[in-house]
């Protein structure tokens, strides 16, 4: 059954502290396990017998165009071997193009599935597939926009510097400069959109203006955005790897001689725990949104314990007059 169903979920809202939200992304993921983890599976499945078709079909035609191209004194046979070469080069751009879509499709129903459930709901497969195959041009807008905000002028700069350095030896030292440009503003710039993406699926507005929102609400907060994501990175991924460990470990004993003894112990554990590891960051990164839209640092309050409620910090308690002695 597609759809939302009510009632099945509850609206949640971000964790304060950092520790807070790393148990809460963890938390989240197994009570939408399906969401998070069997649907983008099955979903991976599916893209990638449509790689593998595609993939398939390219080496065939290449080698079909070889061997054709090898009997050419064949009459007949060379007028063929161009044919085949091109229809095996369009079809490996066709492969090409699917592993690309398939990384934007993936995105975007994560990224749609923590949406729906912080409303409250709980998307089934068809709505959250449906969903990023009608969005794939948002994705690629967004993406765009953060291309040319991170990194266009000092790529462009780098691409002129490098076709000029051909001809001039002067060039050369531009391209140096050009290349420590486009590192370094690829770095600095690059956390404040982060959640360029994630504002265009939950806040549904169009690419330049999700930009726009995430460089806002990012403002000076790129330390703390870069701290939050290597501490949640390095937690997640031990988590993980330990599991998958076990996990092998504990599949290898149904054999090693058969090809699905070797997938089900060995590529079935890596393919969950790439799964697993690319929603729990979506997980995270979407927590870490919508705490900077309320406001919020993303760091442990100060002091460390329960934050100021918001009567307590606009009713303050006033200071009671002296107590004036008495007289005796």
């Known amino acids: 059954m597609e759809g939302v169903h009510q009632g099945v979920s509850s609206a949640f809202e971000p964790e304060i502290t950092l520790s807070g939200r790393i148990s809460q992304a963890f938390r989240l993921f197994l009570s939408h396990w399906q969401q998070f983890l069997l649907y983008p599976i099955v979903l991976n499945i599916l893209i990638g017998i449509a790689a593998f078709v595609f993939a398939s079909l390219s080496a065939g035609f290449v080698v079909m165009g ?11 046979w060379g007028s063929i071997a161009l044919p085949s070469l091109l229809i095996g080069l369009v079809l490996f751009v066709l492969f090409l193009g699917v592993l690309f879509l398939a990384g934007a499709l993936l995105s975007l129903v994560v990224i ?5 459930v912080h409303k409250g709901k709980t998307p089934e497969f068809g709505e959250m597939f449906s969903y990023g195959l009608s969005h794939l041009s948002r994705y690629l807008g967004v993406y765009w926009q953060v291309f040319k905000y991170t990194m266009g002028l000092p790529l462009l700069v780098l691409f002129v510097a490098t076709i000029l350095s051909l001809f001039k030896d002067f060039f050369s030292f531009a391209v140096l400069i050009a290349t420590i440009w486009f590192i370094v503003q690829a770095f600095v710039r690059g956390p404040r959109v982060f959640a360029a993406l994630y504002i265009a699926v939950d806040e549904d507005k169009n690419a330049s203006e999700s930009v726009k ?3 806002e609400i990012t403002k000076g907060r790129w330390l703390q955005t870069i701290g939050n994501f290597l501490v949640f990175g390095l937690a997640a991924g031990i988590v993980l ?4 460990g076990i996990f092998q470990s504990i599949l290898s004993v149904i054999g090693k001689n058969s090809l699905i003894a070797i997938f089900i112990s060995q590529v079935l554990p890596n393919a969950v725990f790439q799964t697993a590891f690319t929603s729990l960051i979506v997980i995270f990164t979407y927590l870490l949104y919508k705490l900077y839209q309320k406001g919020q640092t993303g ?13 307590s910090q606009q009713s303050p308690v006033p200071p009671q007059a002296p107590v004036q002695p008495g007289v005796s």
Request: proline share 8%; hydrophobic share 35%; aromatic share 6%.
């Open 112 to 116: 749609y599935a923590i949406s729906t």
């Open 213 to 215: 929102t995430s460089i």
């Open 299 to 311: 760091g442990e309050p100060t002091p460390v314990g329960v934050p100021q409620t918001e009567s």
């Open 66 to 76: 070889g061997m054709f191209g090898l009997a050419e004194s064949l009459e007949g």
């Open 241 to 244: 790897m330990i599991l998958t």
